[in-house]
């Protein structure tokens, strides 16, 4: 999608610091992290969230928690949350799929 932040990180149109890349995905760490390891991981292809997910491309988002599991290896954590929020009052603020990789802190539950 063209007018896509997403699209264009994927695509190397915008720069990002990246964790993990295949053709089929890309990992890099948040901009704004919200806690001491905070990447997000991306199909490369343009899903706007969890709510487009079909049988289609669910492969996809297989592969993705894939990629989840052998990169929290690679940087030795064992305890991670994986969060993905869908629209608006969720607070997705950008609407291409994206699950958050965060670590390096008590987490708290329920989520605010
Ligand atoms: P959401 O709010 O949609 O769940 O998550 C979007 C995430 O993308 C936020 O955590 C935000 O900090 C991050 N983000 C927004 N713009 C950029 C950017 O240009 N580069 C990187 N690396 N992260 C970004
Ligand atoms: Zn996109």
New binding site residues.
Partial sequence: MSNC?FCK?AAGE?P??KVFEDDQCLA?????P?APTHF?VIPKEHIGSVAEVNADNAGLVAHIFQVIAQETKRLGLDSYRVVS?IGEQA????PHL?F?VLAGRDMTWPPG
């Fill in positions: 932040l990180i915008i990002s610091s890099f760490f948040d901009i704004d919200q997000l929020n607070g997705q603020s950008v994206h958050h």
